[in-house]
Each structure stands twice: as C-alpha cells, then as structure tokens.
C-alpha cells in the first residue's frame, strides 16, 4: 500500500519526503494499518487526511471520506508538513509519528429559536433540555431547536445568568435565575410533560440580598447551594434547599397556598458573602465543593475558599473580566475574556506567576462567553459582541472552527449534549450548532 | 656605522635618507679643517668618556663633558647658541662636532654606558674628595665600596716586569679597579693618538665632500614648496571681510550669471514666438519676464541696451538700500528640544481601541453622562430624547420623549438616588431613572415628588429666577428658568473645599462659596471658554476654548495657564478629568478626542506631567460638527464620545 502511494507520487518533481507512521486512539473504523510511509514534505493538512481516507479506502471499500485533524507532538498541524517541523525543529530524518483524530467542525445548524428580546444566558448541561435567559424579563426552556415547552415568568428585570440546579430526577428540574431586578429566583418543572402550548411556571423560591443588578450565577456539583456575582462588588452563597430539606419546603408551600393562593414563593436569605472585589463581579464558577472562582471588572479573577469565606488567590490580568469558566485538564485551567478580543487560559496551579499560559486573540470586540467542554481537555468555545462564536482547541492557536450565525453581539455560549454548542444573542435568536466530534 | 653609510653617498645625490641624516647639519662659517678635527676630537673624547683612566686630566675631562652638554643645549635652540660658543674656538669645535654627527655619538656613548654600568654612584665630584677616606664612594644600594689594598709600588714594578701583558692593565679610579684594554680598543687608541679618525673605515674625504655640497646649496633639506597653479583674480569674497579689517562688512550679493537667451544669436528655441510675446503682454507686471531673447546676425547689429541706465541703477539700489545682515544660524539638533517624555508604553492604560457603539439617537448626541457605578449612561441628543443605556451590552434601556434639544445631562453623583437631571430649553427636569430596587425607588419618588401648591406660588409670584413644577409624564419634577439652560451640573464645585467655579468668555472666576467671594481670576488668554474640568485633587483646572487650545492651570501656580495645548484644528467641546486614573481628555468638532496623561504630584515642587498619548478617531463629521461631548467612565480608563452623527462610541484600554 505505502508502496503504492510512494510511486504515485514520483512522478513529481523531485522533492523531499519524510517516513511517517499515522497512529491514532480512534476505534477500528478508523484505524490505517501501522506501517511507515514516505510522504511528501510539502503536505498540507488536507493532503494527510487525503492520505489518510484513501488507506481506509484500502481496508474497506464502503469507506466515506472524512476530515482529520493530525497532532504532531501533541500539536495540531496547521502549517504545510515541512514548515511545521521547520517551526518545531523537529527532525525529519527518522520516522515520523502522525496521530490523527476526526476534525472538529460545526456540521449541522438548526433553525434559530426566536426569542422576544435579546438572549443573554443559556446553559446546555442538561442533555434534555436548554435553559435560556431573555431580555424580556422570562426564562425559557427548550426541548430542541424551536420546542419551547416552559416560560419562567416572575422576574421585574432583564435575566443574566440561568444555571441547572438539579436535573437528576426525571420528573422535576430544579434551575436558578439571576437578573438585573437584583434577586435570584429558583424555578422546578416537571421536564416530562409534553403540551403544544408552553407551561408557565412561577418561581418557587426568591433570593433577595444583592444591591444591585445579579450578573452571574453558579451551582455547587451537588446541587445543594449556588453563588451569585453582583454589580455591588460582592459574591453572594445561597442554599438552594431543594435535597436536604425538601420535606419542609413541601410543608410550607402547602400552608402558604392556604393563606394566599397567589404568593406561594419562599425567600431566601444569603447564607454568606465573598466581599473582596472593587467592581461589579461579572462572572462566578463553582468547579469544586471548596472553591469558588470569580471574574470581576477590577481586572481580577480570584480563588475563593467556601467555608472560610475568604479569596487564596488572585489573578491580575488588566483587562475588566466579563467571563469566567474553569475546565480542562484536571478541570483546573482558568479560561476568561472580558473587554478586549483576547480570550486568556491561566494555569493557577503554576506557581510564581499570573501570566496566562494561553491566549487566543482571533476575536474582533469583547469577549462575552466561554465555556470548557465537559469531557474534552482540550477544547473550549469563546462567543464575542463581534458576532462570532469560536471553537478553540488548546493545541493550536488557530481556532478549530467559526459560526458566524448570529447577526449582532453573542451575549451567551455553551455546549449541549457534548457535540453541540448553542448561543444567544443580541438578534433574539437561540442558535444551535451540532455534529461537532470533539471526542 | 654612520660613516660608512656616507661613504657610500654620493656628493651631489639628494637621497632623502641622507638628507634626513644630515638635517641638523648646517651650513656654517667654519673651516672645513675645524669640521675634520672636531670630528676626531668628538670620537676622542667617547672613547675618553668610557675609559676615564687612560685621560691624563681628570678635572680637563670633566670641563669637556660640561661644555658638551652645553653644546647640545646650543644645539636645539639653534643659530644663536651656536654663536654664543664660537667665541671660544676650542669648545666652537666641539659644539661642531656635536652638530655634525650628532645622533650617532650620543647613541654609541649611551649604550656603552649601559653596558657596563659605573658601580660607584658619587657622580662627577673631585675624588681627591675621597682620597683620605676608606671608601671610594656609595654603590647603588647605598652602601659603601671599600676601597681596594693597593699595591705599593714595589710590586706593581715587579709585576710589570713578570707579567708581560701588565702594561695593557690601566687603573679605573673611579670604580677603584684595574681594567684591561683589549687588543681593539690598543688600536683604537693609538689611532687617536696619530690624529686619525678612531675608526678605520671612516673616509674624511666623502665627509668633507658632503659639506662643502651643502655649502654651496646642492643638498637641499626642505621640500620644495608647491605653489597653487590657479588663484582667485580677485580674491575670495568670503575672505574678503578679513582683508578689511571691518567686522560689520558684509559683501553685496552677486547679480545672477548671463544664460545662453541673454546671447545675441541664441539658438532657436530661445526665441519666444509672437504669441508668447503677446501674451506676455497679459500677464502682471511682476510675473512678465524682464528679458525678452532676439537674435541678431552679426554682433555689429546689436543696438544699445536700452535698460543699462535702469538695471545700473536698480542694482545701486539693491547695493545701498538693502539692509544686509549676517543671520546667526545656531545648529540645535532638534530632537534635543523636544521635552523628555515617559513613553505610552509605561502610562498604560489609557483608552485606545472602540470596541462598542451606542446606536439609537436619530440625531446628533449633544451631551453624555455616566452613573456613578460605571453600570449605566444617560444622553441627550437634539433628537429631542433623552436615552439610558447599559455600557456593558450597548442596550437602550429607556428613553424620555421632550421634543426640544436636549442640551445637557447630568446624572445624580449619590449612587442611592439614581437621579437624571436634563436641562432642555427653559426647563431643567430631574428625572427618574426607575434603576435599583424598591427601597431606592420609594426614596427617588419621595425626592421627586413636590408640593404644587409652593410650586405654583413660585411660578406665580416670579420671585425667583426659576420655578420648580411636578411633571407627571416623565415622573420627574421641571425646573422652569426665564434664559435657556445650557449646563446642569449637580456640583461643579471643588472636589474637596466649597469653591465654586464659573467659566466667562474670557476667563475662569473662582467663588468662595462660603465667604461667597471671588477669590481667584485665572486668566485663560483664550478668545472664548467652551468647557471647563477640575481634577479630582481640586488644584488644577483645563479650560478647553473654542479656538481648539486647552489650557491647564495650575491653581497653586499662577493664575496663568500652566501649559497651553494646542491640538485641535477647530473647537473644543468638552474637557474632561478621570476620576481616578491620570487621564484626561478633550474632543473637538474635528471628529476626534485626545487623551493626555495629567500627572498630578502631591509634592508641590513638582510641576504635573502632560504627556499626549492617543488620538480617538471615528466619528463622522456632520452638520459641520464632530465630537460633542466627552466623559470617562468613572472606574475604567475609558472613555465616551458623543457624536453629532448620533453615536456614541466607548473607546476601551
């Protein structure tokens, strides 16, 4: 076989060549049969993938083309094959070891869900759903592209931030909301029941304690407490009361609705406040049951510990902090993006430093979202007012992939399912980008 | 050595080596005999020199090498030494001798010397001085040299007579040793004693030879000196002024060179045709040509010039008439003037790059305000409406319908009372902004809400300059005043003491509201104040003008502007301080903002620094008009600009 392709490309001109061997993790389908080849140096990305269809072909003949990426050294090759190794200096002379893995690309684009007004929060961590925030003071969930099943009515301001609280039993779904009214409101649905029309649902419990208008909103893993960034500088803890001590919950609602049919809310009360930060906290996230992450407008982004209630650490980086979110390897790497088009990774278990280790400035405006993938270590997608929402893979400083569906700012980004990735924006519309193998 | 160099010379040869050897040897009136016999009495008394005990007279000697050193004194200062020391014929001949081979002996001397150095350091003092002493003097060290048990004469006859070679054997009693002389130097010495030349190859005659060519002019020793073939036939104008002698003398400048058209047979295309002639006719005075180009076949059909009177007489003017003054050109690098300035680089962060617009207002913005939080800003626009956005997403959060040309907003400082003050035409209104919670809600309508009946009183008794009426469809409270209103500001007051600034035409007065006193005039020197900032710290102001300069002064300084800028080519429209980075900035009608960095020191002998350090573009111009309005946002190092193409724009670090 490798002999083949060798003569095939003789008749060339002459030109240098270089011994690979194409490996990969990828199950067998995928697989090319491990023998070096001679190939030519001048090979583009598209001429190893070429290369690397046309092998499978050869072991089976219903073989569909398909894209590939190729990691040399644990980078993605994004430069003709000889400029590469030139760039890397890495020699040419032995055999060259080429892992391949299916190219990450946004296949399939729904039909945009419209929305009343501008869409400024989602989160796709259900697979069964997706919970959006509107301008217009509702929050709605969605079954799929266009299937509103229910509208969360309640809030007197624009909502900033919606968050899953609990979705583990099949029947209710526990969700937070954030808004500029300055409360928090959480919200339980039955996510089974099916009805042409959208249910309305009213908040089940709302947190006042903020002085100003809510902007982010994170869960604990367990459910049991959320945190809360605010325009007053501060992080507020909240118990969601929603596992522990549902038996009372139950119990009061129940007098409640006896009493006033209509006020069936509970309030909630801060159970404690991070204060620290000099601007409005722009962003919260709550990787681990300890440690609380917060990006602010006074350029930092800080390491809270939960029980003490104090910030470990903090970031520095210059620029007012507009997003936040911890993921990837050891789902300890700090992405974040703010006001200016540069999107920066930070390694805080580095010690001595706060220089980011990564930083990807293919955006135009502001950052607005970003969001790490769930399985991936790699992969992580940015949306900024420039309209564009981009797929990065930290192995290569290019983006993997651009979806320039929105006309207007994207206020908000996250993955749905693992192979979707879905957005809000300035032009009303909930976008859903899928067929996207990261894994 | 030397001589055997001569030797080989010939006479009448101009070698420049030989001239270069015989540099120092001039022409004298000496007979050439004296020359011959100086020479051996030189080579002598080397020899002498080295061998002190074979000279009979010591003290003899020791005159001889005083009047040496004498003779070369003579040497280096030339003809007069010389004469000085010809009175005495012996010691003439001796200075001679120094002169005609000068280097060579002294050399030979020297080296002799050094090879074996005197162990007695006394120097040249009488040794009868030591004759009753035990030492004979003081070697290098210091120490004493003993001196030596001397045979008596006895056995010195004895050993005479035994020793066959005692003879050669002489006494050095300087050194208090015997010293035996060689078979060469035995011949070297006779030699000098039959009056020849010490050394065998010297040829008196090539020497002899050579003198009398210098004599008579043959040898030359200085180069011949190269006389310019060409020469200025009346001298260097520029040089001239140092002829004269007069300092202030400055030469009248030339009158230009004839060209080929002055010619009297030019060729052709010289030659202008009638219609160029005609329509020189047309032209000014001042642009015609003054000399028109013809031909003429034979120099004797030229007629008389008809300008020479005139163009005589017009370059007599020009001589007389023009005042001539030497300009003093200072050569100054002009880097070096320029002011030393940190670089931007290190006075980061600043606002540099729009990353957001504001779109909404149909018409021009007139003015902007930011909320103290940096969460919200207000504009008025000539559209008539007032516009509440949130900075962070661009969005218009509410609009206010007045119908007149919004002149000014001005949002409440007090972040517990988001309040909007709006001055439109006549009227001031506070309004409502409807941001925060219940609690801040309940307190603004609390604050808004007026009493009509007080309110009508007013109106109706026109008592005071304004009315205050509660205005239900913007649920705020309209302040009536007689004059258009064109700035509400809620305290354009000092940041920290009560003083009140109020900006006239020409100049800026200071109040004391207290004391209620003027008590500071600044004085702008500009021909009309369109706005005006005070830093945060209080002490200093920047005045912008409607002739595009911006002025700050500093109030501790002077009631003169500290710095007058310069940037802008039409009208200043605003000014603007941070509140806590060291910004500021000005905009203008030509479509742009400046940002300067204004350093204020506590200490208060140092001046503050302006440092220049972005110009903002992007807006349009329209309706003649640029940027109108500038404000920084309160907590980053941003900046807004409002356009009169009804944007604004937010310019981010």
């Given at each position: 076989m490798g002999t083949d392709m060798e003569m095939d490309m003789d008749g060339d001109v002459e030109e240098r060549r270089v011994q690979v061997r194409f490996i990969t993790k990828l199950k067998p389908p995928y697989r090319v049969p491990n023998t070096s080849i001679a190939i030519p140096a001048n090979l583009t990305r598209l001429g190893l993938s070429t290369i690397v269809n046309s092998l499978l072909k050869a072991g089976e003949d219903e073989w569909e083309s398909q894209p590939f990426d190729f990691l040399i050294d644990g980078e993605l090759v994004r430069l003709p094959l000889e400029q590469f190794l030139l760039a890397k200096g890495i020699s040419a002379e032995k055999v060259l070891e080429i892992e391949y893995i299916r190219a990450v690309a946004l296949q399939k684009e729904d039909e945009p869900s419209l929305h009343d007004d501008w869409v400024s929060a989602v989160d796709g961590s259900c697979p069964r759903f997706i919970l959006t925030g509107c301008y217009d003071n509702l929050g709605r969930v969605w079954r799929a592209a266009g299937e509103c099943t229910h509208v969360l009515e309640g809030h007197s301001g624009a909502i900033t931030s919606v968050s899953v609280v609990n979705s583990e039993g099949t029947d209710s779904v526990t969700v937070a909301t954030a808004s500029k009214d300055e409360t928090l409101r959480l919200w339980k649905f039955d996510n089974e029941e099916h009805s042409d029309q959208p249910s309305k649902i009213r908040a089940f419990k709302i947190l006042r304690g903020h002085n100003a208008s809510v902007q982010s909103v994170a869960v604990e893993a367990s459910g049991s407490m959320i945190c809360s960034g605010s325009w007053d500088c501060t992080i507020n803890l909240w118990r969601t009361n929603v596992s522990d001590t549902e038996g009372d919950l139950v119990s009061i609602k129940k007098r409640k609705v006896k009493n006033?049919?209509?006020?069936s809310q509970l309030e909630g009360e801060a159970l404690s406040t991070l204060v620290g930060h000099t601007q409005c906290v722009s962003s919260v996230c709550w990787p681990e049951p300890k440690t609380i992450y917060s990006a602010s407008w006074d350029h930092s982004v800080r390491r809270w510990d939960v029980e003490m209630g104090k910030d470990l650490s903090s970031i520095f980086c210059g620029k007012p902090l507009s997003c936040l979110h911890v993921g990837g390897e050891g789902s300890a790497l700090i992405a974040a993006g703010g006001s200016d088009p540069i999107l920066r990774i930070w390694d805080p278990r580095k010690p001595g430093t706060s220089a980011p280790i990564y930083q990807f400035s293919s955006h135009n405006s502001w950052i607005s979202a970003c969001k790490w993938h769930s399985k991936s270590l790699f992969h992580l997608l940015s949306a900024s007012y420039d309209g564009k929402l981009m797929l990065w893979d930290l192995r290569t400083a290019w983006p993997l992939a651009i979806a320039d569906s929105h006309e207007d700012k994207v206020l908000c980004a996250d993955w749905w399912k693992g192979d979707s990735v879905i957005s809000g924006g300035v032009d009303s519309k909930l976008c859903i980008s899928s067929g996207i193998s990261v894994l | 050595m030397g001589a055997s160099k001569k030797e080989s010379v010939e006479v009448n040869k101009k070698e420049e080596e030989e001239n270069k050897n015989r540099k120092k040897t001039q022409p004298t009136k000496k007979e050439k005999l004296s020359t011959e016999e100086s020479l051996l009495h030189k080579k002598q008394e080397d020899r002498a020199k080295n061998y002190k005990g074979f000279s009979e007279d010591d003290a003899s000697e020791d005159f001889k090498s005083v009047e040496k050193s004498e003779a070369g004194d003579s040497e280096s200062s030339g003809d007069e030494g010389f004469h000085n020391t010809s009175s005495n014929e012996g010691l003439a001949n001796e200075s001679q001798s120094e002169d005609s081979e000068p280097d060579q002996g002294g050399e030979e001397s020297d080296s002799s010397e050094d090879e074996v150095a005197p162990r007695n350091t006394v120097g040249d003092v009488p040794l009868e001085w030591y004759r009753d002493e035990k030492h004979i003097g003081y070697d290098i060290t210091g120490k004493k040299l003993k001196k030596k048990e001397r045979q008596d004469k006895l056995d010195s006859f004895l050993a005479n007579v035994d020793n066959s070679k005692n003879w050669r054997k002489i006494y050095d009693e300087y050194n208090d040793e015997d010293v035996e002389v060689t078979n060469e130097e035995t011949k070297l010495i006779r030699r000098m004693l039959k009056g020849k030349a010490p050394h065998g190859d010297f040829d008196l005659y090539a020497v002899l030879g050579l003198v009398r060519a210098i004599r008579k002019g043959l040898i030359k020793f200085d180069k011949p000196k190269e006389e310019p073939r060409f020469y200025m036939l009346w001298g260097d104008d520029a040089s001239s002024s140092e002829k004269t002698g007069h300092l202030s003398y400055i030469p009248a400048p030339k009158p230009n060179l004839p060209g080929h058209e002055e010619s009297y047979n030019p060729s052709l295309e010289y030659i202008p045709t009638q219609e160029e002639i005609n329509s020189y006719q047309l032209m000014d005075e001042e642009d015609r040509p003054k000399f028109i180009p013809k031909r003429f076949m034979s120099l004797r059909s030229i007629p008389a010039y008809e300008n020479a009177v005139k163009d005589s007489f017009e370059r007599c003017l020009d001589l007389y008439l023009c005042p001539r003054v030497h300009k003093k050109r200072i050569n100054i690098d002009p880097e070096s003037l320029k002011p030393k300035l940190p670089s931007r680089k290190d006075l980061k962060p600043y606002p540099a790059t729009c990353y957001l617009e504001y779109k909404?207002?149909?018409?021009?913005?007139m003015s902007i305000s930011t909320e103290t939080s940096g969460h919200w800003i207000a504009s008025g626009s000539s559209d008539g409406t007032v516009r509440l956005w949130e900075v962070e997403t661009c969005r218009c959060i509410k609009v206010w319908e007045f119908g007149e040309v919004v002149q000014y907003v001005a949002w409440n400082?007090?972040?517990e009372l988001p309040v909007l003050a709006v001055s439109v035409g006549q009227d001031v209104f506070l309004l409502n902004t409807g941001l925060g919670n219940e609690e801040t809600q309940r307190k603004v309508k609390e604050l808004l809400h007026v009493a009509t009946s007080t309110a009508l009183d007013d109106s109706g008794n026109k008592v005071s300059a304004w009315s205050w009426l509660q205005d239900d469809k913007h649920e705020g409270i309209r302040l009536q005043h007689f004059k258009t209103v064109y700035s509400v500001e809620w305290h354009l007051f000092h940041p920290t003491r009560s003083i009140f600034f109020v900006s006239t035409k020409k100049n800026v007065r200071v109040y004391d509201l207290l004391k209620q006193k003027l008590i500071k005039k600044l004085e702008t020197g500009l021909r009309e104040v369109s706005s005006i900032s005070v830093h945060p710290a209080g002490d200093n102001v920047i005045v912008g003008s409607r002739d595009g300069k911006l002025c700050w002064f500093d109030m501790d300084l002077s009631s003169k502007p500290y710095k007058v800028l310069k940037c802008h080519p039409k009208d200043i429209t605003n000014v603007a301080f941070h509140r806590s980075y060291p910004l500021f900035a000005s905009c203008s009608d030509d479509c742009t903002a400046y940002v300067f960095h204004g350093m204020v020191y506590s200490d208060l002998n140092q001046n503050p620094l302006i440092v220049p350090l972005e110009i903002l573009r992007g807006h349009a111009i329209s309706n003649g008009r640029g940027v109108l309005d500038c404000k920084f946002h309160p907590r980053q190092p941003w900046l807004f600009t409002a356009g009169a193409d009804s944007l604004i724009k937010l310019y981010c670090h």
């Open positions: 006033k049919a209509e006020e | 909404g207002h149909k018409d021009a913005v400082p007090l972040p």
